[in-house]
């Protein structure tokens, strides 16, 4: 069960980096591929996904009685 959280995290890294970085503007510079250095992921996806996923967790963990 330790190892679930990297792995989750490493699979959804691979799958956002290799997206483009903007989401409305899917047209990607002449000449550049995921394998070149300018290539520049949607790093800040799993920012979004982590934030939103921990913020709906919370709100199950505050109807817990004290």
Do not use: K, Y
Not at 8 to 19: D, K, T, W
Not at 31 to 37: A, E, K, L, Q, S
Request: aromatic share 14%.
């Amino acid at each position: 069960m330790v190892a679930l959280g990297p792995v989750l995290g490493f699979l959804m890294g691979s799958a956002l980096l290799s997206q483009w970085i903007n989401i409305g503007h899917t047209e990607i510079p002449n000449g550049i591929t995921t394998n070149d250095p300018r290539w520049i992921g949607r790093w800040w996806a799993g920012f979004l996904v982590s934030a939103s996923s921990l913020t709906i967790l919370s709100f199950f963990l505050c109807t817990f009685p004290d």
